[in-house]
C-alpha cells in the first residue's frame, strides 16, 4: 500500500529510495494514515517488513539483539526494499503497516523479535520483547511472511539474558 506525504515538505516519497541524500538523516515526516516516517540510510540491504534499528546517526540495519540493546537506538519498519547504502524512509507509527512475522502471529498475542537475526517479528519467545505493535491481520507459517498492522513507536521492552 503506497503512503503519501501530510507534511508541508516538497519532494517527500515515501516509497522509493536514492542513492544521494535529498533530506538530513532523521528528519521526521507525516504522512497518510496516521503515519510517521524517519529519514535514514541502510546499512546493508533490507526488504519490506523488516524491523530495523535507527542508530542517532540516522543509519538502519536489521534489528538484531545486538542492536536491540542499544538503548539509543530507536526501532521501524521499512515499507519498500533498500539497497545498502540507499537513503529512505522507515515508518515508526500508523495504520495498515507491512511487517514481517515467522511462526503463528495473531492480533493481540506477545510479540518479540524473531530469533534468526532476519529483522522479523513472531510470537515465540525470543532474544526481544516488543511492545508498541499491534498485528491487524494472522500470519500463520514457519517462514517469514508479510503481515499488517498498528505501530505506535516500536520499543524493545525486554531482552533475555541467554544470548
Do not use: H
Not at 515515501?14 to 535514514?40: H, K, P
Amino acid at each position: 500500500m503506497p503512503f503519501y506525504n501530510t507534511s508541508s515538505a516538497i519532494g517527500v516519497d515515501f516509497n522509493s529510495t536514492s542513492t544521494t541524500a535529498l533530506f538530513t538523516l532523521n528528519e521526521v515526516m507525516r504522512g497518510s494514515n496516521d503515519t510517521e516516517w524517519t529519514y535514514v540510510k541502510a546499512s546493508g540491504a533490507l526488504i519490506t517488513g523488516q524491523m530495523v534499528t535507527i542508530a542517532s546517526a540516522g543509519t538502519a540495519i536489521k534489528a538484531n539483539t545486538t542492536s536491540l540493546m542499544t538503548g539509543t537506538n530507536d526501532l521501524g519498519f521499512v515499507q519498500g526494499n533498500f539497497a545498502d547504502q540507499e537513503y529512505g524512509w522507515v515508518v515508526k507509527r500508523g495504520m495498515n503497516v507491512s511487517v514481517l512475522c515467522s511462526g503463528t502471529a495473531a492480533p493481540n498475542a506477545l510479540l518479540y523479535l524473531s530469533t534468526n537475526s532476519n529483522g522479523g517479528i513472531s510470537t515465540t519467545a525470543g532474544s526481544g520483547t516488543l511492545a508498541g505493535i499491534q498485528l491487524i491481520a494472522s500470519a500463520s507459517t514457519a517462514s517469514l511472511v508479510l503481515t499488517t498492522a498498528i505501530l505506535t513507536y516500536p520499543r524493545c521492552t525486554a531482552i533475555t539474558s541467554n544470548m
